[in-house]
């Protein structure tokens, strides 16, 4: 409301060039509030007038921003453009302002976006004293029922979607990614592993215990592994060729206790065509355990 | 068996939102709207004759159970705060043209108040005034915006046809070539309004004049 009180002081005041004019929302607002000091007929512009007086006004307001300072500007240089077109020079007598036909439709134009203007305003002085009035009315803004239980589908807009899923998107931005630090290679693990991996399969390949990176530290640290399980005796190692694959089989005496709780595990006895083979010479019956441990290995070869 | 007429009362109370002639039948089971709208005429009579602190006031498509403004002055007392926000004049002209052109965009809008009008949108949708209605199939495909029912309870307007009849069309200004030839002629009503008038309901005092005159 300040704006307008501002403006209406202006009127009353303005005999001279006194006005706050920072008060001003666009350079129609400006405009306008020009043309009512001067009791002007919206449709019948002195551009002569309004156009000087705009010019003045200009130089005291305070923009806030690039973007409205540039509004302000259109306006002049249309009202300059408008000024330079009256073809004939001034005559203080003669209220009528000639125009050429483009001058006149402009004038024209901008004369109806100037009344235009003005309903506007007059509507949101309008809503002003509604919105006044109905401070004056209490009534309940919260419900005390409980919510109902579907939602409400036509007081949800797009927009208040979009907003809560860019919430959601900033709340998540805002969680740092954390650096996860591989764990630091050690043998007891890769030990424990490899004999977890035997539990469910009786063969395994040096290579797909090492991983497929062929990381030498992961090589150095399965080759330790390795050793000293067979050191321990819980499992045995065959290379048959000068750096080629090595093959590691459970020792069969060793491993079949903890076997017994094993779990046909498809995953992790995968792939080793030579698995099959390897456990075809092996001797005696199995346990249920490991019978079952076997499954796998089999289905894969049918 | 509580009357029917208390049970609205007490509909009206426990709902934080103006509830419709509609709803009113559906929860006491009533033949029709009209019978639901009787009901809560008869609670309005009611509440008026015994000089109540409360009343029925229809905005937004419904009813609601309000104080009367007499009562203010105590309320902001045990509220222990004057100041409730209210709408600057960017915002409350922007809303005037939405009100009046929805759904409209936002160069439309810009064009019509002469400056930017990015940041009020912004508030008004913040504040529930406005809401998106779709996309303009025009450059650009921008937004284009409507009035929500909150702004209607927020004013105290039944319905789009409460907000007062302007002298002429609120116009874009890319249009105003046609608009010129309009100008001699007697203003035409506003047509939205003018359709969705009820005559016996109008209040021709309030808006049409003050417009009208300050123009």
Known sequence: MTGQEAATQGAVQDSGITVRVESFVGPLDLLLHLCRTNEMDLSRLSLRTITDQYLTHLESVRFQDLETAGSFMVMAATLIYLKSKLLLPANPDDADEVLDEEGELLKRELEERLREYARVKALGAWLAEREAEQTLIFGRTTAELPPP???????????????????????????????????????????????????????????????????????????????????????????????????IERNAVSVREPARDAEPAPGESAPDPQAPHLQAPHPGPLPEGERASAEPGESLNA | ???????????????????????????????????????????????????????????????????????????????????????????????????????????????????????????????????????????????????????????????????????????????????????????????????ADDPAEQDPGSGGDRVTASS
């Open chain 1, 149 to 247: 239980e579907d939602i409400p589908l036509e007081d949800l807009s797009v927009h208040l979607l979009q907003r809560a899923m860019q919430r959601l998107i900033e709340d998540q931005k805002r969680r740092v990614p954390r650096e996860v630090e591989p764990n630091p290679l050690s043998v007891l693990e890769r030990m424990s592993e490899m004999l977890e991996l035997l539990r469910s399969t009786w063969s395994l390949l040096f290579s797909s215990v090492a991983g497929p990176g062929r990381l030498r530290a992961e090589w150095v640290v399965t080759l330790l592994a390795l050793l000293e399980l067979v050191r321990l005796g819980q499992a045995r190692a065959r290379q048959a060729e000068l750096f080629g694959e090595i093959v």
């Open chain 2, 1 to 195: 068996m509580p009357e029917l007429i208390d049970v609205v009362e007490a509909l009206l109370f426990a709902s934080d939102t103006p509830v419709e002639a509609s709803r009113v039948q559906e929860v006491l089971d009533l033949d029709s709207p009209a019978a639901a709208r009787d009901l809560v005429d008869s609670l309005r009579r009611r509440l008026d004759a015994e000089g109540r602190a409360l009343q029925v006031m229809e905005v937004g498509g419904g009813f609601r159970l309000v104080t009367r403004p007499e009562i203010a002055p105590w309320l902001v007392k045990l509220a222990r705060s004057r100041t409730r926000s209210r709408l600057s004049r960017p915002s409350l002209e922007t809303l005037a043209i939405i009100g009046y052109r929805q759904p409209v965009s936002r160069p439309e809008v810009d064009a019509i108040r002469g400056v930017n009008s990015d940041a009020v949108l912004e508030n008004l949708l913040e504040r529930r005034m406005i809401r998106i209605a779709g996309r303009k199939e025009s450059p650009g495909r921008p937004f284009l915006y409507e009035t929500t029912r909150e702004f209607l309870v927020a004013f105290g307007l039944r319905d789009l046809a409460d907000l007062p009849k302007v002298e002429g069309e609120l116009i874009v200004p890319e249009l105003a070539e046609t608009a010129a030839a309009q100008l001699t002629e007697p203003p035409p009503e506003h047509e939205e309004t003018a359709a």
